[in-house]
């Protein structure tokens, strides 16, 4: 294929990339949609939607609402159900040369393992991302994400069911980044992503009224960047799993700060909508980059020690 | 769907913090369907979001579209900044499904109903219209005589009839687009709607016969205008299932989905 520039290429596990850089899950659906604007087989790979066991309707709406640099979501995690999406949504991915992350959500460890199994049979998944931001119903509210222990044991529940490799995507809505990243390490985890939206409130001034239906939603975009930079730094210090970085990425230069702050790839969000065009922009532009820090590759990051 | 900068050609006030905007660039070419919309970045990187926006009017020969906007907010107050010369970010266009402006034949009874800043996609679909010897009924609500506008627009349509209502009867006739449509002796064949979502329910309510093909365009909050995102759902009228305003819609069936 033309186009392609060695130097990108990275390769994680289950996901051999053309270079570093897929679309967020949650701001790419199945793909359908941007495949009617570029070719999907140029991305690195695809995190798809959020998919729980059952098929799920989300949240009422307003479902999003902005916040400066930024924005915050409370969709509620609406998908088809781990079948629909092994059947209906996952072949029509298979038509282009990209690996998928299949992004894995539920309410409890069963959940999780059911979808698992349900879509780890799928030829393009490469890897899963478990999503452990949600309400962990069984243990009370607990988050999986925000207690080390919770999220080990789902790590392990999970590994001992799928046959790709399982990354922990992570909250930042905790205190210490570094012990849930080392507890689902020491559970078997083959990589980890970061950073999940941070949790957040807008309220009309006129009304007194939350803007969004369900009052708090997930802030993403530009106004996360620091944060994100800053966990990813900081997890890099106590693991040497791959991380695959995001929050805020709108540019290549953004890119590059984040393979700085110890990221192996990274993923694009919020910033698909306000420039629909942005991974296949981010990828064209990422050599040059490579060229100016005098860098022969993407994995140089790492092989130089480049990551701070 | 195209990305592109377009240029400013007049950006004007047309009545109390509305604004219509000409623009120009290659894109005008795919604007073909009435009901459809554009997702215009505001100026400025601190607003992420883009703002959906009608098309208003296109002018193949001469290059152009037309948006029509109120200020609500900061979004929409950059936008009335813009000066001719400038340019302007725009993606589309978006929506799948427009009003169905291609359907009704020469004789048939056309209702438009336009509330506020909902008037804009109506006009399109008017001309539209009169490009087929389809002539117009239309109904314009507007709060106060200040807020009106496109009522002359209208007006110059061939054998339109144009009504307008304003809730203080400083314009047209005191009242709502209700009591006019109430006040019309027979259903009409066809009727397309876009305003306030409780004025379409209330059309809804009072205009779904089985003579008349109705259609509503609804609005939502959105974040990527082309369906990946799931911001913008409505439930269907089976509450079985959803659907997207940005992609299905945003002009839907009376009834196909929840108002
Ligand atoms: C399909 C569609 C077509 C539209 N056509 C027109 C039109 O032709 N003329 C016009 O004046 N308005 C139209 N609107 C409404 C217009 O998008 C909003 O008024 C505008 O986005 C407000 O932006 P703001 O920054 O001024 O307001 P703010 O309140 O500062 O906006 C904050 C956020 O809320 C969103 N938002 C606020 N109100 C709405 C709304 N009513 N619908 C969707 N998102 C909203 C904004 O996009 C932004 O993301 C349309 C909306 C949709 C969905
Ligand atoms: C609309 C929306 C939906 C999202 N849905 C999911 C999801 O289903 N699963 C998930 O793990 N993360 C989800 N996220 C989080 C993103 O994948 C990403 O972690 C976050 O938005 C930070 O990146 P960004 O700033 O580039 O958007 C969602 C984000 C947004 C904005
Ligand atoms: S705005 Fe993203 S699905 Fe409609």
Not at chain 1, 149 to 155: F, G, V
Not at chain 2, 146 to 170: C, H, I, K, N, W
Not at chain 2, 201 to 224: D, F, P, Q, W
């Amino acid at each position: 294929m033309t186009g392609v520039d060695p130097r990108l290429h990275v390769t994680l596990p289950g996901l051999t990339m053309k270079n570093p850089v897929m679309p967020a899950s949650g701001c790419f659906a199945f793909g359908r949609e941007y495949a009617e604007l570029f070719d999907l087989s140029k991305l690195g790979a695809v995190a798809i939607k959020g998919t729980t066991g059952a098929a799920r309707l989300g949240n009422p709406t307003p479902r999003v609402a902005e916040t400066p640099s930024g924005m915050l979501n409370a969709i509620g995690l609406q998908n088809p159900g781990a079948q629909a999406v092994r059947d209906e949504e996952l072949p029509f991915l298979e038509g282009y040369d990209v690996p998928v992350l299949a992004n894995v959500s539920g309410s409890t460890p069963e959940e999780y393992v059911h979808v698992v199994k349900t879509l780890t049979t799928a030829p393009n998944v490469g890897a899963f991302e478990l999503n452990i931001s949600c309400p962990n119903v069984k243990e009370g509210g607990i988050q999986f994400g925000t207690d080390p222990e919770a999220a080990a044991a789902l790590t392990t529940a999970v590994k001992a069911v799928s046959t790709k490799p399982v990354y922990v995507k992570l909250s930042p809505n905790v205190t210490d980044v570094t012990a849930i990243a080392l507890a689902v390490e020491a559970a078997g985890a083959d990589g980890l992503t970061l950073i999940n939206t941070l949790v957040g409130m807008r309220i009309d001034a006129s009304t007194g009224k939350p803007v969004l239906a369900n009052e708090k939603g997930g802030l993403s975009g530009p106004a996360v960047k620091p944060v994100a930079l800053r966990m990813i730094h900081d997890v890099r210090q106590v693991t040497g799993l791959p991380i695959i970085g995001m929050g805020g990425i709108q540019s290549a230069e953004d890119v590059i700060e984040f393979l700085f702050a110890g990221a192996d790839a990274v993923a694009v969000g919020t910033a698909n909508f306000s420039n629909p065009f942005v991974c296949p922009t981010i990828i064209r532009e990422l050599p040059a980059w490579l060229d100016q820090l005098g860098l022969e590759s993407i994995g140089a990051f790492r092989e130089q020690g480049a990551n701070i | 769907m195209k990305n592109e900068q377009m240029t400013v050609r007049e950006n004007k006030t047309i009545a109390e913090k509305t604004y219509e905007m000409t623009l120009s660039g290659p894109l005008v070419e795919h604007l073909v369907n009435p009901g459809t919309f554009l997702h215009v970045a505001v100026p400025g990187d601190d607003l992420v979001l883009r703002r959906p926006i009608s098309i208003a009017a296109v002018d193949q020969d001469a290059g152009t579209c037309t948006i029509v906007y109120k200020e609500e907010g900061e979004g929409t107050k950059r936008l009335s900044r813009c000066r001719a010369g400038d340019s302007v970010d725009v993606f589309g266009p978006l929506g799948k499904q427009g009003f169905p402006a291609e359907q009704p034949s020469p004789g048939d009874d056309v209702l438009i109903i336009g509330g506020g800043v909902g008037v804009p996609p109506l006009y399109y679909t008017a001309r539209e219209l009169a490009k087929r010897d389809v002539s117009v009924s239309v109904i314009l609500g507007f709060q106060t005589a200040t807020a009106v506008f496109y009522e002359q627009a209208f007006r110059e349509l061939p054998d339109a009839d144009v009504r307008v209502m304003t809730d203080d009867g400083s314009n047209g006739h005191a009242g709502t687009v209700i009591d006019a449509l109430n006040e019309r002796p027979s259903p009409p064949d066809w009727l397309f709607a876009c305003g306030p979502r409780g004025m379409l329910r209330a059309i809804e309510a009072h205009a779904a016969h089985s003579k008349t093909n109705g259609y509503v365009s609804l609005e939502e909050r959105m974040g990527c205008g082309i369906g990946a995102c799931f911001a913008c759902v409505c439930e269907t009228g089976d509450h079985t299932s959803y659907r997207k305003i940005c992609r299905d819609g945003p002009v839907f069936r009376f009834k196909e989905v929840v108002l």
